[in-house]
């Protein structure tokens, strides 16, 4: 017996027919997961979710400086018309479903940013999606375009350090850290956080060092 078929006789099942998943991560994308262990406590955590009572805070890595210091990212997402793989903002909110990001500053470095997100919805590449819209894809974000270099010089230098940062953190820099909720039976909030995995601190911490030393990759 596989460990997913396991997983679907012990645990509830939702929706989407994943056992015991109340909320999800995009692939690739590192950090937190809610796992419900009955049918009561998934539609009480569920519940939460959707009432925009939990606490979800991402870190991202993302192109370009983000001129304000923390913002809000406000539009309804909704599937690319020429892309059936990614997804939009439309601003009219003419299609698509509500969505609100909260950003704020965490580090600069120049060419990229790190910051900090805050959900009060959950849609499908939900950050991905706003902070490109605002002109700020996640750092080798391949669906999305992020694993160009949208950002920094034409020097052979800094396209070899940006070509090993890919290397060093092969899929979009976004990780899940803090999760929020109230337990189901207790009632008590909960929060939950975890630390970025060796990749994503590996990334970050070569930019440290390109900021240091930025006059070397551009001679």
Not at 10 to 21: A, Y
């Amino acid at each position: 017996m596989s460990f997913y078929w396991y997983l679907k006789i012990f645990l509830p099942v939702n929706s989407n027919e994943r056992p015991g998943l109340v909320h999800r991560i995009d692939k690739d994308t590192s950090g937190l997961l809610v796992v419900a262990k009955t049918e009561a406590a998934m539609t009480h955590l569920a519940k939460q979710f959707f009432n925009k009572t939990s606490e979800r805070e991402y870190v991202a890595l993302v192109w370009g400086d983000v001129i304000e210091e923390e913002g809000v990212v406000e539009g309804n997402i909704g599937r690319h018309p020429k892309n059936r793989l990614q997804n939009m903002v439309y601003v009219d909110g003419s299609q698509g479903k509500e969505a609100v990001t909260h950003y704020k500053v965490l580090e600069r470095f120049g060419y990229v940013t790190l910051v900090s997100c805050k959900l009060e919805t959950g849609r499908t590449h939900q950050i991905r999606v706003h902070m490109k819209h605002i002109g700020h894809t996640l750092f080798n974000d391949e669906r999305y375009g992020g694993e160009k270099i949208l950002k920094g010089t034409t020097f052979t230098k800094y396209k070899q350090f940006v070509d090993n940062c890919f290397k060093i953190l092969p899929r979009q820099a976004l990780h899940a850290k803090t999760l929020g909720f109230t337990h189901p039976v207790t009632g008590k909030f909960l929060q939950f956080s975890t630390e970025m995995p060796e990749d994503m601190q590996e990334c970050i911490e070569k930019w440290r060092n390109y900021v240091k030393h930025k006059k070397d990759f551009e001679e």
